[in-house]
């Protein structure tokens, strides 16, 4: 048998042989074809829509790769409460049932606001999921926030490897945290996704290998994946940005190890290549993440240099989405999209 058959049959390889495939382009067909059988078996053509609201760019950590760290010069912005209430009702009448609240960790909205916030959601929506991308919080945080109907939780572990990790973030934050919080999350009873840049400053494959055998210990539900962009004004603006045939190629990986995962096929991928997005979905992902959140407001979420889709209003995003979609020989499915669980 190939080493992709392998991986297929088993769900996993030796770390000698998963070097070996991430490092040759030899398998990439292979790998696309069977990471595409595998994710029709489990949830057929169905590509799923997460409106993405970006409430905020207002954030008191400061990792080395990001955009919006709080040392970078910025234009920054908070979106109100009745602001993320109109865009998930300008979500909603475009079909989305999934909104994704995304921000930088901003002590403006305490665990009060926060939960006025997400209780509206719920109240207003409740055929809807409600995602939360807001970073590393307390156990009592996560918990009141899922008892007002938050059911989803981002928050991507970024390298499994300690000193990979301390080299991208500053001394005061701690993988070892980071992974308590995902634990602490799955534990609540969130759906978890996690995940990691592609390409990211001085990541090695033995790091892409260590955050693979960290997602087989965290069994997440959600996997995102995007190759690293360099932000301006941050200590990585000149590093090289990360290679799209090994994100893709990762994607492929992930959903031959994961068969029921939920893989977004990411905007940075489409900020890299014109049809990143359809090569990502052809390589095994399921999931797309459109912006929700206001036009005028869009640009200034910049965490890398080059985002896409920030001059359009939402009902073209999701025009053009659909598209795209479609050209890939997919097609968009209208349910809340929760996890196919594997047990
Ligand atoms: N504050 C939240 C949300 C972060 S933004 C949190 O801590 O989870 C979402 C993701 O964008 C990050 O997890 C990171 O993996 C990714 N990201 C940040 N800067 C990036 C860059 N320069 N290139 C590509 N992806 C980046």
Do not use: W
């Amino acid at each position: 048998m190939s080493p992709v058959e392998r991986l297929r049959a088993n769900c996993d390889l030796p770390d000698e042989e998963l070097r070996n495939l991430l490092e040759t382009d030899l398998f990439d067909e292979e790998l696309y074809k069977a990471a595409d059988e595998v994710r029709r078996c489990v949830y057929g053509k169905d590509v799923y829509l997460r409106g993405l609201i970006e409430f905020t760019n207002y954030c008191k950590n400061d990792c080395l790769y990001c955009g919006i760290r709080r040392s970078n010069k910025a234009e920054r912005y908070r979106l109100t409460k009745e602001q993320i209430l109109d865009c998930c009702a300008q979500g909603y009448a475009l079909g989305y049932r999934t909104f994704v609240l995304q921000g930088g960790e901003d002590p403006f909205y305490t665990d009060d606001l926060l939960c006025d916030i997400i209780s509206s959601i719920r109240s207003l929506y409740s055929d809807c999921a409600i995602t939360l991308s807001i970073g590393e919080k307390s156990e009592e945080s996560y918990r009141r926030f899922f008892e007002c109907g938050a059911n989803r939780f981002l928050l991507r572990h970024e390298t499994a490897d300690e000193s990979h990790y301390s080299r991208l973030h500053p001394g005061e934050m701690s993988l070892a945290n980071r992974k308590q919080c995902l634990f602490t999350l799955k534990k609540i009873g969130y759906q978890v996704g996690t995940g990691f840049m592609v390409g990211s400053p001085y990541q090695t494959t033995q790091n892409i290998i260590s955050d693979l055998r960290f997602m087989q210990e965290l069994s997440p539900d959600m996997i995102g994946i995007g190759s690293f962009i360099p932000a301006s004004g941050t200590p990585f603006e000149s590093f090289e940005h990360g290679s799209v045939l090994l994100t893709l190629r990762l994607i492929s990986v992930m959903r031959l190890m994961f068969p029921h995962a939920l893989i977004p096929s990411t905007t940075a991928l489409g900020t890299l290549h014109p049809q990143g997005r359809e090569l990502g979905l052809k390589a095994g992902a399921n999931v797309v993440m459109p912006n929700l959140s206001p036009v005028e407001y869009r640009g200034k979420y910049a965490i890398y240099d080059n985002k896409i889709c920030t001059g359009e209003e939402s009902a073209q995003c999701k025009d053009c989405l659909q598209r795209r979609i479609e050209s890939a020989g997919y097609e968009i499915s209208g349910s809340v999209g929760n996890v196919k669980r594997n047990n």
